[in-house]
């Protein structure tokens, strides 16, 4: 089963912040893993969606996956993807079933 952490991104401040240190994340996973390392990105209407992924092996004979998946969401969409990605507000970040959204209104 793979691990995956997912992130909705927009081009707000926090945003371009986030991509950022997801930006370094994949780097150093480029970096470590090499050849058990793959990146892809797909292109749809109301967002891109980018994703990397390294095959990680704890012990011999067995494997892990570890997927980092980032949607960059186009300004447009973004009231139509919350319902669809039940996300309250962007950017957000979800893994292991857990949901973190943006900062609050009032921060």
Do not use: H, W
Not at 66 to 79: A, D, G, H, K, S
């Amino acid at each position: 089963m793979p691990y995956i952490f997912q992130f909705f991104v927009t081009g707000d401040d926090l945003s371009k912040s986030m991509i950022r240190v997801i930006d370094d994340v994949s780097k150093l996973l480029a970096k470590r893993f090499g050849s058990k390392y793959r990146t892809s990105s797909r292109d749809y209407a109301a967002y891109v969606l980018a994703s990397n992924e390294a095959v990680v092996e704890p012990e011999p004979g067995s494997c892990e996956i570890l997927r980092v998946e980032t949607y960059f969401i186009l300004n447009i969409y973004q009231e139509e993807l919350k319902a669809r990605f039940d996300i309250p507000r962007f950017p957000a970040a979800r893994t292991g079933g857990r949901g973190f959204s943006g900062r609050t209104p009032s921060s």
